[in-house]
Structures are given as C-alpha cells and as structure tokens.
C-alpha cells in the first residue's frame, strides 16, 4: 500500500497527495472522452472551484463554468486571472438557457 501526503493542490484545498492524482487522471479521462476541439466551447456545470475547467480549457476555445456557489465562482475568476486562462463564468441557472458570449465574465 502506498503511502499518501497531504499536498495543497492549485486551488487552495487542502488534499490527500494520491486523492490529486486520481481526481486529475478522472479529468483527463472526461476530456479525452469528450473529442474536444480547438473551436470548441466546453460547458462544466458544477464547477466548483474549477478542476476540470482548468484541464479542459487546454483543449478548446473557451470554458464556461458555472456554479450555484458564487463564493466558488469568486474564486474560479481569481485564479483564471492569475493563470490568464480563457474560461468564462456564470452564476445560477444561467447555464441552463441559451446563452450569449456578452452573460459571460
């Protein structure tokens, strides 16, 4: 059995070392799964404070991520500004209806 450190991930939470990996390895499978394209807008509704938005965003055009949490959401939009990452963010419901690049911050 191996041994398993506590290590702050990118986010700030404050995790189990083999709990980083498995959730990382879950994410790179949800991308490679979902065929995205370069001129693709990938939708992550429950976002939370970003984990799969930000492996995602490598692969397409644009993220949007939307959260009930808006604290969540506050912090989602911190570290995209410090890692100049192109993911966009919406508050509510609003990711359940129609939406327009001009809603996204």
């Known amino acids: 059995m191996s041994k398993s450190y506590e290590v702050w991930t990118f986010n700030g939470l404050r995790i189990l070392e083999s709990e980083d990996r498995y959730i990382t390895k879950v994410n790179e499978e949800i991308v490679k799964r ?18 799969l938005a930000f492996k995602a965003v490598d692969y397409v055009e644009l993220v949007v991520a939307c959260d009930l949490s808006k604290e969540l959401l506050e912090y989602l939009v911190k570290k995209v500004k410090e890692n100049s990452r192109n993911i966009a ?8 209806y129609p939406f327009h690049r001009h809603l996204l911050t």
Request: overall charge negative; charged content about 10%; glycine content about 16%.
């Open 34 to 51: 979902a065929h995205p394209n370069k001129s693709d807008i990938a939708l992550d509704i429950g976002c939370g404070s970003g984990f």
């Open 89 to 96: 963010s919406l508050h509510g419901m609003q990711c359940a």
